[in-house]
T-cell receptor, first 113, second 113 residues
Framework: EAGVAQSPRYKIIEKRQSVAFWCNPI?????LYWYQQILGQGPKLLIQ????????DSQLPKDRFSAERLKGVDSTLKIQPAKLEDSAVYLC???????????FGPGTRLTVT | AQSVTQLGSHVSVSEGALVLLRCNYS??????LFWYVQYPNQGLQLLLK??????LVKGINGFEAEFKKSETSFHLTKPSAHMSDAAEYFC???????????FGKGTLLTVNP
């Protein structure tokens, strides 16, 4: 069974630029999560999707971050404009549903200069 | 609301020695508790989880953890460290079956030959 795929694996941008990350969950998984992991900290949930609907985006900085999950499969997370403090690893995870174990992708390491 | 405190951001042991990584949690509802491992440039992998039932939980790679409600703890142990155990370990809690995870800040385990 293929795992959670993420791309790109690494991205370097200048502040005020925009960036997008892509996630392909495990086939059949209805629940998809995006986490932000700042160096030296644990992952923090940004947004949770159930199929193509948002379940929880309470910690998503909506003035600059957006996410979508069209057709309830792949998802993209966008930052526009980026700030220095957005430098982090962005992890995508998926689960068969919201009451089951989460499986994590390898992450995208973003550096904002 | 829930939170996790991992005592010690860095633990160093000799190969063959006991591994003990400490985790204390706070939760307003009966918690589900998790330990994840993260190798460099990889996503998080579930080591073990406690939901209900037996308080001593065995996981992969010889790790185990014991849920102690009276101490609000879920410490991770392994009798004999191996070089391949060197990684960062995260404790996480969810408020029961909703599986919405709150992570600790992580403990970096170093294994010395």
């Amino acid at each position: 069974e293929a795992g959670v795929a993420q791309s790109p694996r690494y991205k370097i941008i200048e502040k005020r630029q925009s960036v997008a990350f892509w996630c392909n969950p495990i086939s059949g998984h209805a629940t998809l999560y995006w986490y932000q992991q700042i160096l030296g900290q644990g992952p923090k949930l940004l947004i949770q999707f159930q199929n193509n609907g948002v379940v929880d985006d309470s910690q998503l900085p909506k003035d600059r971050f957006s996410a979508e999950r069209l057709k309830g499969v792949d998802s993209t997370l966008k930052i526009q404009p980026a700030k220095l403090e957005d430098s982090a690893v962005y992890l995508c995870a998926s689960s068969p549903d919201a009451h089951r174990e989460q499986y994590f992708g390898p992450g995208t390491r973003l550096t904002v200069t | 609301a829930q939170s996790v405190t991992q005592l010690g951001s860095h633990v160093s042991v000799s190969e063959g020695a006991l591994v003990l990584l400490r985790c204390n949690y706070s939760s307003s509802v009966p918690p589900y508790l998790f330990w994840y491992v993260q190798y460099p440039n990889q996503g998080l992998q579930l080591l073990l989880k406690y939901t209900t039932g037996a308080t001593l939980v065995k996981g992969i790679n010889g790790f185990e953890a014991e849920f102690k409600k009276s101490e609000t703890s879920f410490h991770l142990t392994k009798p004999s460290a191996h070089m391949s155990d060197a990684a960062e370990y995260f404790c996480a809690v969810s408020g029961g079956s909703n599986y919405k995870l709150t992570f600790g800040k992580g403990t970096l385990l170093t294994v010395n030959p």
